[in-house]
């Protein structure tokens, strides 16, 4: 049995269904991504795991308990929702505060504060505090009873490049610790530099869950080509019946064809080709695809 | 169950306007009692049970209001700034947070009305006394007022706090706690004796200001209302997602 397991989840809020019979499961050590367009459950699903909002149907467990079942929730599972900092209050005065909560000595506070790097915003009020800032301070409640499991609502959202950086070793290092990550994002790119697993979900319904290398392996479905003559070639591929999906200045984006078929049809034509490879898709463009079709297919 | 208390007593010290609002509850009802007591001698301020009622009053209704308002402000707040999603991650048990914030709202508010109560009486003897007068109250009588205060302060820092997690939102849960007032004095015109166990009609007959009920009896009757609300409140948050 998976370590978080998600088992036909469904939540209405009145007529509207935010989740949709939902199933899938986390293993126990991995990172894994949760992700999907504004509105499509992401949120809510979280907080069903959490025991904030009760399901309307199906299960939401962590190692095969609910959370309201757990003897000691913040010494099993962290959480970092929005910010749930009180503006009034300083850094270290709402870690004091968790750390009451969960029941450990406040020493622990002051190593939150030096891992999580606010050890020099501590007295702060939180209320003047950065987005950055206040995503740090929210890991470092997460981690205040020193979890086995993270589930972690947009820790990305609103951090610079720097900061994505921060997050992105981060979390890897608590994933060296052993720690199974549940994190939901938009930003896509970064989260493809850090995570084992991606759930896809659109709409309220799972749209796949699959190991990374596996949703973006493209296995030869695209080919990058480079070639001065790029507008000419484009024509050239359309015509033999390929689908040229993008064309940037010299460079073309063609699926549905090989390397080689595309080299012959530019030899023979007299086009110069000065780069052929295997695209990858990216995880970007594997969620716009997925989600995209998704979305086309409720409306149609 | 005391790790909660902690908590919330942690939640209090880490503000500062929880200091304020103690402190201005204190002054506030030192000076009005102060206040009113220096016209002690004049026509409806010059019998013993006169000057009891004023020195009495001051304190435990300043107390018992701000209490309230306190208690509701800082409980709805918790939605406001979305920090109750971190109360129920620590108590997924909702109803424990809840039995936490009633039993630290209300023993700390009782605290501050006795604290009232002292500074009242400090700067209300000295006035009554220029005045020719005295308050004439055994140690006793002092104590059965600062208990009818402390009592007074308490029960409505719980109404308070019910409030707070049945509005969700300080303004409204504010305005809950004066309108109750207001709604009070316009519906107890319709419903005869009724009237007499509505809460702030409860609350000047636990304070033995106008008693219409024995002061023990009405504190009663107000437990049983404020945990009647208590009751409601945990029904509701045990019910309600925490968004």
């Known amino acids: 049995m998976p370590l978080i397991d998600i088992h036909h989840l469904t939540k209405d809020y009145g007529d509207v269904r935010a989740v949709d019979d939902m199933t899938f499961g986390v293993e126990s050590g991995a990172i894994t991504a949760f992700l999907g367009p504004n509105g499509s459950g992401k949120t809510t699903t979280l907080r069903s795991l959490l025991g904030l909002v009760t399901q309307t149907s199906g299960t939401a467990t962590i190692d095969g308990s609910a959370y309201a079942a757990l003897a000691d929730p913040l010494h099993v599972v962290g959480a970092m929702l929005e910010a749930t900092a009180h503006p009034a209050r300083t850094a270290r005065g709402n ?16 190593e939150l504060l030096r891992l999580v790097e606010l050890e020099g915003a501590a007295d702060r009020k939180t209320g003047g505090f950065s987005l950055g800032m206040r995503q740090r301070l929210g890991l470092a409640g997460a981690l205040i009873g020193d979890p086995r499991v993270l589930v972690l609502d947009e820790p990305a959202n609103g951090l610079d490049p720097e900061g994505i950086r921060w997050l992105r070793d981060f979390l890897r290092g608590l994933a060296a610790e052993g720690r199974t990550i549940l994190l939901s994002s938009h930003v896509l790119s970064e989260v493809a530099q850090t995570v084992d697993d991606v759930v896809v979900i659109g709409d309220g319904r ?14 030869g479905r695209r080919v990058h ?17 390929m ?35 295997d695209e990858a898709d990216s995880l970007e463009d594997v969620f716009l695809d997925l989600t995209t079709t998704t979305v086309s297919e409720v409306l149609a | 169950m005391i790790r909660l208390i902690r908590t919330e007593l942690m939640q209090l010290h880490t503000l500062r306007s929880t200091y304020l609002v103690a402190l201005a509850t204190v002054v506030i009802a030192a000076v009005v009692a102060w206040a ?3 016209d002690a001698g004049t026509k409806g301020l010059s019998t013993p049970g006169e000057l009891r009622d004023a020195l009495v009053m001051a304190p435990g209704l300043v107390t018992a209001m701000f209490a309230a308002l306190f208690a509701a402000s800082r409980t709805a707040g918790e939605y406001r700034h979305h920090t109750i999603a971190q109360r129920a991650l620590a108590s997924p048990r909702r109803w424990r947070l809840l ?9 700390i508010s009782a605290l501050v009305g006795v604290a009232a109560f ?44 019910s409030v707070g997690f049945i509005c969700r939102s300080p303004a409204p849960a504010m305005i809950v706690v004066f309108g109750g007032f207001i709604v009070e004095k316009i519906v107890g015109g319709f419903i005869g004796g009724a009237a007499d166990y509505l809460p702030f009609a409860l609350l000047n007959s636990a304070l033995d200001i106008d008693a219409t009920i024995a002061p023990a009896s009405a504190t009663l009757a107000l437990a049983g209302v404020a945990a009647t609300v208590a009751a409601g409140s945990a029904v509701l948050l045990r019910r309600r997602d925490v968004l």
């Open chain 1, 95 to 110: 870690l004091r505060l968790l750390a009451t909560e969960a029941g450990v000595p406040a020493s622990r506070v002051q």
């Open chain 1, 206 to 219: 799972l749209i796949v869950h699959a190991p990374l290398g596996e949703l973006t392996a493209g296995g």
């Open chain 1, 225 to 241: 080509v480079e070639s001065p003559d790029a507008v000419e070639l484009a024509g050239v591929l359309d015509a033999a019946g």
């Open chain 1, 243 to 277: 689908d040229v999906v993008r064309r940037t200045g010299d460079e073309l984006v063609v699926a549905g064809a090989t390397r080689e078929a595309i080299a012959r049809l530019a030899l023979q034509s007299r086009l110069l080709v000065l780069g052929l490879s």
């Open chain 2, 36 to 38: 009113d007591l220096s």
């Open chain 2, 99 to 107: 039995v936490a914030r009633l039993a630290t709202y209300g023993v």
């Open chain 2, 118 to 161: 002292a500074a009242s009486y400090a700067l209300a003897g000295p006035v009554v006394g220029a005045e020719g007068m005295q308050l004439s109250l055994s140690s006793s009588d002092l104590l059965v007022i600062a208990g009818e205060v402390a009592a007074a302060g308490g029960l409505f820092a719980m109404l308070g706090v």
